[in-house]
């Protein structure tokens, strides 16, 4: 499906509330030369996407226009219902000789109930390394790159280390940024291969485990009673481990991830399957990385991810979907190609993990010059692909400029990038409210 998001011609609101009550949506006029297309227009008709249709291209010729009047500006002001949940496509055009209609500009907005209006979609990353373990680039400027890559909230999580996060958290609060950083780790406990992310946590599970490893042993032994013993010991430590570490996160109010869990590391995969179907079987954690941070080559990993996590909602489990870059350089490859977009209240830290303790939440793998494909509940599936043609584009623009600034500003050759990111504070947030219909 293309873009139609342009520079010349917007449209506000373009999340609408659900309604048979006609309303009215601008046709907004952005760039002067944009104005003669407007004056041609002599007839709109709004369809929704997922009506009736008696025959393949009948869906134009069968709508009704709707009634719409002019402003001194240019701009447009059209009136219609939407009475459905779902995609609206306005098809402004001229009408011919011979009655029939002739398309010229169209534009899509979707309409929504309630309880998905008013939440906000947050896009954000929260696996993602920097050189304070095996990352490239300092806590700083990977923060930096998250806005320019569009982020809306972060969380670096170093391997086995919780203290970089902190570091990022001060900077982004020192520039006066609008993406929110929260505190994160990689967790990696004693003879436990499992990859596990704390996201947002408030202490150290790495450092609980090495402070004090024998409580750390005894308390896993006890974990491991529930892991049935025809296992071999191998994936009942491993399985028990894991889990007394998804406990340890939430106990410190935090977001416990199960990560990639068919990354293979040269030839063999890094855990076992039996690790993966246990883990799986008693869905401990908070939320699977379902598409994670993978090279163009090793999509199939990300495949085997999304097909798996299916075939355990089929089974009737709810296992709210991660996607994430688990980047190591943020200016090589991985950063911005894989996120989560998650639908909450406000942009903070219990807002998010309630959303994905909900549910509210997709993951998103956006390689470039390739089609998205998004992993999640349908119906916010469906929403996620209208945003990314019509909602996201605008967005990561606007982030783009402050990550820029702040990248400048790590480099010496921004001085002044304070009073511009106090210039900036808002901005995203008032686009983001613009576009829906309060």
């Keep these: 499906m293309p873009i139609k998001f342009n520079n010349y011609i917007s449209v506000m609101p373009r999340l609408l509330r659900v309604s048979d009550e006609c309303r009215e949506i601008t046709i907004h006029i952005r760039q002067p030369h944009a104005r003669k297309t407007l004056d041609t227009i002599q007839e709109i008709r709004v369809f929704y996407v997922y009506g009736p249709s008696a025959a393949y291209g009948s869906w134009i010729a069968n709508t009704p226009p709707s009634p719409f009047r002019r402003l001194d500006n240019g701009d447009i002001v059209v009136s219609f219902a939407t009475p459905d949940e779902g995609e609206y496509t306005i098809c402004a055009g001229q009408k011919l000789e011979d009655g029939s209609f002739s398309e010229i500009v169209s534009f899509d907005v979707y309409a929504l109930h309630d309880d998905l209006l008013q939440l906000l979609p947050l896009k954000g990353d929260f696996h993602m390394h920097s050189n304070c373990s095996d990352g490239r680039e300092t806590p700083e400027y990977v923060a930096a790159t998250c806005r320019k890559n569009g982020m809306d909230f972060m969380a670096l999580t170093d391997h086995r280390r919780y203290e970089p996060s902190l570091i990022a ?26 990859h596990i992310i704390n996201f947002g946590g408030n202490s150290s599970v790495n450092t609980l485990a090495r402070d004090d490893e024998e409580k750390y042993r005894a308390e896993v032994a006890e974990y491991q009673k529930s892991v049935p013993e025809k296992f071999d010991s191998l994936t009942r430590f491993q399985v028990a481990a894991s889990e007394w570490a998804f406990d340890r996160i939430r106990d410190a109010g935090g977001i416990s991830m199960f990560c990639h869990p ?23 954690y908070d939320v699977l990385e379902v598409i994670g941070g993978f090279h163009r080559p090793d999509t199939e990993r990300n495949m085997l991810s999304v097909i798996r996590w299916q075939e355990e909602q089929a089974k009737g489990k709810i296992i709210p979907a991660a996607g994430i870059s688990d980047s190591h350089s943020c200016d090589v490859d991985l950063a911005g190609w894989y996120y989560t977009i998650v639908f909450a209240k406000e942009l903070s830290f219990e807002s998010i993990a309630e959303a ?52 400048r500003a790590l480099a010496g050759e921004e001085p002044d990038a304070a009073t511009e990111m106090a210039n900036r504070h808002g901005t995203v947030r008032r686009f983001m409210n613009s576009c829906r219909e309060i």
Aim: with cysteine; charged share 25%; glycine share 4%.
């Design 169 to 194: 958290i001060k900077a982004m609060k020192e520039f006066g940024c609008d993406m929110l950083c929260y505190p994160g780790e990689e967790v990696h406990l004693p003879d436990n291969p499992v």
């Design 262 to 284: 068919f990354w293979r590391p040269r030839h063999h995969n890094y855990i076992g399957e039996a690790v993966i179907d246990l883990l799986l079987e008693h869905n401990r």
């Design 356 to 407: 994905i303790r909900a549910n509210l939440c997709v993951a998103v793998h956006d390689i470039p010059d390739t089609y998205p494909l998004v992993a999640g509940p349908f119906r916010l599936t469906k929403l996620v692909y209208f945003l990314l043609r019509e909602f996201y584009p605008e967005h990561d623009e606007l982030c783009r400029v402050e990550g820029e600034i702040m990248r």
